[in-house]
């Protein structure tokens, strides 16, 4: 599936600058942690990267530290090259690997990272994920995992009305919030998915005309196809501690819908 209508690199580039603060890329408290944990990594040897994120790449540029980066689409991984530090399509420091995430790679890393990556897996591959991802950490290793959980039920149960009232009485004070929780009413239980396409479809532009010139929905994430998976936690959960420890969950603080993007880290289990 096409993750972004568009195949030009620099538009691309430009399209995702426009995300900052939603929920799609990481924002500063997460990077901040990010920073941190890469930091502390000792060993030199190369780590791996499910996606692009030009953030988590610019970490490792800085540092000048090896990195393996995984996305099926070359133009994406360019594309956000050039966000990153280096503002290099490919920087020196990268290898890049064109391919899905659920094939094997014949090398291991003490050092696995993911942002949101695996939200575009359907919950049926999220164990397939793991295992391969095990396959893949050093038995000392680190596998830090951000995702996008289920949101409360408080928030997937209300109406488009109750969204717009509560934007518009100052319980939701800024557009992130409120474009996560127009995503929020459109979850669906039967899949635990949810999407920006898939959000527009079901809401229309009629209704969502309601919430503009603050948020023009459908002009923000006209361009972006993603529909992401995100399951409820407790059975995240219960998936990874088939294969990992669950050493530290951290939670990002700007917005509300932060509350719904765990950040684990997680060590292979001594089976
Ligand atoms: C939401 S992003 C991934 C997350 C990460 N934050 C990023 O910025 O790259 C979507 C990217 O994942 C890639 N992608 C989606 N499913 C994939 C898969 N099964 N294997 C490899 N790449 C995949 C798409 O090509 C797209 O570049």
């Not at 993911?114 to 396959?135: G, P, S, T």
């Not at 488009?160 to 518009?168: A, G, I, L, P, T």
Request: net charge negative; aromatic share 14%.
């Amino acid at each position: 599936m096409k993750y972004l209508f568009s195949d030009c690199e620099q538009e691309i580039a430009n399209i995702w600058r426009t995300y900052a603060g939603f929920t799609i890329r990481p924002v500063p408290s997460t990077i901040h942690y990010y920073q941190r944990l890469i930091e502390d990594l000792n060993s030199n040897s190369p780590s791996f990267l499910y996606g692009a994120t030009p953030e988590i790449r610019s970490i490792f540029q800085t540092l000048n530290k090896p990195l393996v980066v995984r996305d099926q689409s070359l133009t994406i991984i360019r594309a956000m090259g050039l966000l990153t530090t280096s503002g290099a399509p490919i920087a020196a420091n990268e290898v890049i690997q064109i391919d899905h995430w659920l094939e094997r790679d014949l090398q291991s890393y003490d050092f696995l990272i993911v942002d949101h990556a695996i939200n575009m897996l359907l919950w049926e591959q999220f164990d397939d994920f793991f295992q391969i991802a095990l396959e893949q950490l050093n038995d000392d290793g680190i596998f830090v995992c951000h995702l996008l959980i289920k949101p409360d039920e408080v928030f997937t149960k209300q109406s488009f009305d109750q969204v717009v009232n509560d934007y518009h009485c100052g319980l939701i004070d800024n557009i992130y919030d409120l474009a996560s929780r127009l995503n929020f009413i459109c979850y669906d239980d039967g899949t635990y998915q949810m999407g920006w396409q898939h959000t527009i479809h079901q809401l229309g532009a009629y209704q969502l005309s309601a919430l503009m010139p603050d948020l023009d929905f459908i002009n923000q994430f006209k361009y972006c196809n993603a529909m992401f998976t995100c399951p409820p936690q407790a059975c995240f959960e219960h998936l990874a501690s088939q294969y990992f420890n669950i050493v530290e969950v951290f939670y990002p603080h700007e917005y509300d819908y932060c509350q719904f993007e765990p950040v684990y880290v997680l060590q292979k289990r001594k089976l």
